[in-house]
């Protein structure tokens, strides 16, 4: 069974451009989640998709958006690149949502590093 | 955002040696997670802990959740060198599906 799949897993723009990163879940994952990865915060939570449909929402500017499709595959955007959105992009998939028990616990991606110049 | 205590931020040992690491929150959790994350990998689940008071183990790890919801701590036995990587614990806030990240623990295994 194939894991979480990233696209690109590395990738370089500069400031004020914008960049779109990939996530296929597992197949029969219908929930996925998506997580940045900085040094000094750890994982702070972006959103989360269920059935093609934002269910949450972390504290994260307008600039960063998503969307899944209804292969449940997702993309997330970062529009307006600036020095402070260099992470590591993580992205999870899981059954369903809600309470991380047995399916619904989180499957992680090798996650997407974006670096702005 | 929010997030939960873990400590301690690093730890550099010596091969054979006993872990242990925390997580504390002045919040109830209803599930503890516990991931390893490998260098350029995405973090992979190790323990996943459901009642107050859980011990349970998975090979060398054994993780705990606290009686008082609020905390949970892994412990690795006779530590090797894959081991090394950073830790996170997860939280899921009780009555909510919100599940927060503590900002891990570095490990280092020295031979």
């Known amino acids: 069974k194939a894991g979480v799949t990233q696209t690109p897993r590395y990738l370089i723009k500069t400031r004020g451009q914008q960049v779109t990163l990939s996530c296929s879940p597992i197949s029969g994952h219908r929930s996925v989640s998506w997580y940045q990865q900085t040094p000094g915060q750890g994982l702070q939570f972006l959103f989360e998709y269920f059935s093609e449909t934002q269910r949450n929402k972390g504290n994260f500017p307008g600039r960063f958006s998503g969307r899944q499709f209804s292969n449940s595959r997702s993309e997330m955007n970062v529009s307006t690149l600036e020095l402070g959105d260099s992470a590591l992009y993580l992205c999870?998939?899981?059954f369903g949502a809600g309470v991380r028990t047995g399916a619904n616990v989180l499957t992680f991606g090798a996650g997407s590093r974006l670096t702005v110049l | 955002g929010q997030q939960l205590n873990q400590s301690p931020q690093s730890m550099f040992i010596q091969e054979g040696e006993d872990v242990s690491m925390n997580c504390t929150s002045s919040s109830i959790f209803n599930t503890w997670l516990w991931y390893k994350q490998d260098p350029g990998e995405g973090p992979v689940l190790l323990i996943a802990l459901y009642k107050a008071g859980e011990l349970t183990s998975n090979g060398r790890l054994t993780a705990q959740f606290g009686i008082t919801r609020k905390d949970s701590f892994l412990n690795i036995s006779a530590s090797i060198p894959s081991d090394v990587g950073i830790y996170f614990c997860?939280?899921?806030?009780?009555?909510?599906?919100?599940?927060?990240f503590g900002t891990g623990t570095r490990l280092q295994v020295f031979p």
């Open positions: 997860a939280g899921q806030l009780l009555n909510t599906d919100k599940l927060i």
């Open positions: 999870a998939s899981s």
